[in-house]
């Protein structure tokens, strides 16, 4: 069965310091998310990407945050300039269509800024 | 916007013992409904989904859950848990149709002790 992969599992970083964290969606899937889950906390939106651009994104996803689909595989999120409160874990999820509601999850990245 | 609450953060329970995790919604429009399960280590999975039709909605490992309109609740039950049913379960709501990005609740730590 198909699955969204997360790379790299875990990334330590210091404070200041910039991360990009990598995504495959499904290969059909039109729609890609990012979500973070700050430790013992409920996950979050982040960002919706479609069709080479970002659809939605939350209050969160201020300009220290960026999106890319640099080729037909990758999805990532760049943190630019990262700060103590972004560890979290970070999931990518994809959903294949206008029609489909259900979207499918990675198994996430887990960010920690020292 | 749509909210959820999951009212127990965490459930204890003995093997073979049944289980109820609970989780009502708010939200204006109609709705869809989900629980997702996190395993430890691992990312969020699909458990089971209301979309629309019957109210009762079942997984392929013993999980059920209902979606009771006048409520606002979509509990999620089962008779018999094992001990690898230990995990956090999370209820998610979006609205039906458009851009079906979910709103978590902050999750229940279901734990299963032998």
């Known amino acids: 069965e198909p699955e969204v992969t997360q790379t790299p599992s875990h990334q330590v970083t210091q404070m200041g310091q910039e991360v990009i964290l990598r995504c495959v969606p499904i290969?059909?899937?039109?729609?890609f998310y990012w979500y973070r889950q700050i430790l013992g906390q409920k996950v979050e939106f982040l960002v919706s990407f479609y069709n080479n651009e970002i659809s939605e994104k939350s209050e969160i996803f201020d300009d220290q945050f960026s999106v890319e689909r640099p080729d037909g595989s990758n999805f990532t999120l760049k943190i630019r300039s990262t700060k103590l409160e972004d560890s979290a874990m970070y999931f990518c999820a994809s959903r294949k269509d206008r029609g489909r509601e259900t979207q499918y999850f990675g198994p996430g990245t887990r960010l920690l800024v020292l | 916007a749509q909210s959820v609450t999951q009212l127990d953060s965490q459930v204890p329970v003995f093997e073979e013992a049944p289980v109820e995790l609970r989780c009502n919604y708010s939200?204006?429009?109609?709705?869809?409904l989900f629980w997702y399960v996190q395993y430890p280590n691992q990312g969020l999975q699909l458990l089971l989904k209301y979309l629309s039709g019957s109210t009762l909605v079942k997984s392929i490992n013993g999980f059920e859950a209902e979606f009771n309109k006048s409520q606002t609740s979509f509990h999620l039950r089962k008779p018999s848990v094992h001990i690898s049913d230990t995990a956090e379960y999370f209820c998610a709501v979006s609205g039906a149709g458009g851009s079906y990005i979910p709103t978590f609740g902050r999750g229940t730590s279901l734990i299963v002790h032998p």
């Open positions: 290969s059909n899937h039109l729609y």
């Open positions: 939200s204006s429009v109609s709705v869809y």
